[in-house]
C-alpha cells in the first residue's frame, strides 16, 4: 500500500487579526485570509487546484467559489463541525498523494460576534434531524452538552471545578503574549469560579468567546514545497471519528478522540510522549481535561491532576494552545483551521514570546458538535521533517 | 389545556417515531426491541443498526430510572427555556438499560445528582404531543 502520509505539507497559513469586524462580510474574511496564506506560501491564487470550506452553507462552497473566481478541480465542504479544517488536512493529504491536485486552499471566515450568532453559551441550530426529535424539546444547549459531560466526569474521577479552571487561567496567560488574542488580561482559578454559572458545573470563564474571524492554510506535496519559501510543515498521520448517542447506551466519556487518537498517531509512527506542542479545542475547559485523557496524554481520570502544576502551560511538560485558545484568542463558531495555522507557525519557529522552544513535534485535536451527544472528533501529527 | 401558545421545539412525528409519540400521548413509555437480535433502542428508528432487521418490537418501560448525568441549564435565551430558567437537562437510564434525554423535575435543580432515582412524570405540552420528564420517586 502506498503510505499518503509524509508526503503533503502545510506551506501557507494566515490568522486573521480581527476579533471583531461589524465592516467586514464574512466571505471578506474568507478572500483576505485567502491571501494572507497565499502570500505567506510564496503561491498565486491561480496555483489553486482544490477548494476546502467549512461552515458556509449546503452550496456555500459554490459561493466561496465563484466569490474567489476559482475553478477548482477537487472540493471538500466537510460539515462535522468546529473540526471540519483539520479534517480538511487529512483529506487534502490523501488526495494530494493520490495525484488528485497540486495545491489545496482551505479558508475560513465567519462574523458571528457581530452578527451576534448564540454560539457557545446558546442553543443549538436545531435542524430536526432524527436525533433533534428526542433532545431539541427539553432545552439542550451547546455548552449543556459539554457540561453534562464534565458532570460525568467529575462524578466518575473526583474531577473539579478548580481544575477545569486551571485550562482557563493556562489560557489567558498565554493569550497575554498573543498580540492579536481578544482577552489578555490575567485570570485566576477563583475569578473563573466567581464567574456565574453557564450550564453547572461550567461558569462562563470555562468557556469560549464568541468573536468574528478568519484564516486559511495553503498545502502542496513535499516535492513542491521545498521550492516554496517558508519551511514545509509535514502532515505525519491523521484520523477521524465519530461518537453519538448510539442506541441509548453511550458511555458519554468515550469521547470520539479515543478512537481518532491511536489511529493517527500509529499513521504518524510518533507516540504521545514524543509530542512537543499540543493545539486542542478548547470550546470548553472540560474539551481540553477529556481530550487530553483520550489522545494518551494522560490515563482517563487523570486529566484533572494532569492540566495542573503549569505543566500544560508554555515551559511545561505539554504546552496546549500557546495562541491562547478559543477560551482566550479567538472562537468565531469553528476554531478547526486555528490549530493547524498555529502548529504550523509553532513548527516553523515563528511564535516570538510565545514560541515554543524546539517545537518539532505538533500534536492537533478537532471536536465538531456536541461533546455529550453527537460529535467528532480529528486528531493529526504535524512535524518539521 | 391551556391555549397558551406553547413555544419550545416541538418533535416532528413521521413514520419512524409515530409508535413512540402516540404511546407518551397515552401516558405510556415505551422503546423498540429488535427481533432479530434483542437489541434494545432508543431514539426509535425503523431498522436496528446492529443487525438491519426491520423486525421490530415496542416494549413498555416500567418508567423508573436513574439520573446518568445532568447539568443546571442557567443561560438559554431561546424562547420557552428563556422563562423557565434555571432547568435541569439531563439524561436518564431507564431500568431497563436503555437511556433519553430529558428534563428532571419536581423537585429543586440544586437537589439533582448522578445516580439519583426518577421516576417519568407526562407533560402534555401540546394536543397531539406529550413529553416524557422525570421526577424524583416520592
Redesign the interface.
Known sequence: MTDIWRRTAVVGAYEHPTRFAPDKTAYQIHAESARGALEDAGLKISDVDALFTSGVGPIGILSLANHLNLRPSYVDSQAIGGSSFVSHCVHAAAAIAAGLFQVALVTYGSTAASERFAIGTGAGGHVMDPPDSFEAPFGPTIVGSYAMVAQRHMHEYGTTSEQLAEIAVTMRKHAALNPHAKYRDPITVEDVLASRTISSPLHLLDCCMISDGGGALVLTSVERARDLRRPPVVILGGAEAVRHSEIGRRDLLDIAARQSAPLAFARAGVKPADVDVALIYDSYTITVLATLEALGFCAPGEGGAFVGGGRIGLGGELPVNPDGGGLSSNHPGMRGIFLVIEATRQLRGECGPRQVKDAELACVHGTGGMLGQRHSGVTMLLGRT | MAEKAYR??????DE??RGFWEALARHELY?QRCRGCG?????P?AVC??DLSSDTEWVRASGRGTV???????????P??RE?LP?V???VELEE???????VVGCAPDAVR??MPVEVAFDD?TAE?T?A?FRPVS
Open positions: 419550545k421545539p416541538l418533535p416532528r412525528i419512524e417515531s422503546f437489541t434494545k433502542r432508543l431514539y428508528r443498526p446492529v446518568y448525568t445532568f447539568t443546571v441549564t442557567h443561560q438559554n435565551q431561546s420557552g427555556f423557565e432547568y437537562l439531563a439524561i438499560g436503555v437511556r433519553l434525554m430529558t428534563n448522578i445516580g405540552v404531543v413529553l420528564k
